[in-house]
């Protein structure tokens, strides 16, 4: 599940943490999607059916990892000797550089990559400051800094990464460089417009991530 809760992936409402996966299994994740009269009945699937599903099709899958480390990385290391094919298709990526590093310290030789945005601590991904409090808001300003640095310059080594999921705005072909000359392949998220897809495919020549290939979608962030 991408949120906190399930009200805008599924039909259902709540908190996540709050719900069974018996009750979150009744949930139907196309409910919102704009192509659910096309799948009226889906049903959200454990992770090794979604890698079934994924592998059948020949899809390289991103395991994006929201948190909870340590069980993140026990449920993926099954996949991995489970599906070994996954090594040639997947990336387990997050925003959390402990997840990555757990990860590679259980299996070295799973790819693997951070994800970024800048001031995602202090700002909503639409750029409304998260905290009413000054104080607090500075405090968090000043950790994105922190954070910002350490991602660029320390953790993208410790957590030996293959790839950097840097947010669509902040890429440029000087940043693309950068990455290029640590031997870090920069993969930008989530470019949803065709003006968009075509400057990252004529001009930053880089790979992106997408809701759609075939239409505009609503920006994420």
């Known amino acids: 599940m991408h949120d906190s809760t399930v009200d805008r992936t599924t039909d259902g409402t709540g908190r996540l943490c709050d719900l069974t996966f018996e009750q979150i299994r009744k ?14 009945d889906e049903k959200i699937p454990t992770l090794r ?12 899958i991103y395991f994006d990892v929201k948190g ?16 070994p094919q996954l090594y040639n298709n997947s990336i387990v ?23 970024h945005r800048p001031w995602s601590l202090s700002y909503t991904g639409d750029g409304k ?7 607090k808001q500075s405090v968090f300003v000043m950790m994105d800094i922190l954070l910002d640095w350490s991602m660029h310059n320390i953790l993208w080594y410790l ?14 072909p000087a940043y693309l460089n950068k ?34 290939m075939l239409e505009d979608c609503a920006p994420q962030f």
């Open 27 to 40: 949930l139907n994740p196309a409910a919102n999607h704009r192509l659910r009269n096309n799948f009226p």
């Open 49 to 60: 059916e979604a890698v079934a599903e994924c592998l059948n099709h020949n899809l390289t």
């Open 68 to 83: 909870h480390a340590n069980m993140a990385t026990v449920a993926l290391k099954k996949a991995y000797l489970e599906f």
């Open 93 to 115: 990526c997050s925003f959390l550089p402990d997840v990555i590093y757990k990860m590679r310290q259980a299996d070295q030789n799973v790819v693997t990559a951070l994800t």
């Open 129 to 135: 400051p998260r905290y009413n409090s000054v104080w």
């Open 159 to 172: 957590c030996g990464i293959s790839a950097f999921l840097m947010q669509k705005d902040f890429v440029s």
């Open 179 to 212: 990455w290029s000359a640590k031997g870090i392949q920069v993969v930008g998220w989530t470019v949803n417009t065709f003006d968009e897809k075509s400057y990252y495919e004529s001009h930053l020549a880089s790979s992106y991530i997408t809701d759609s």
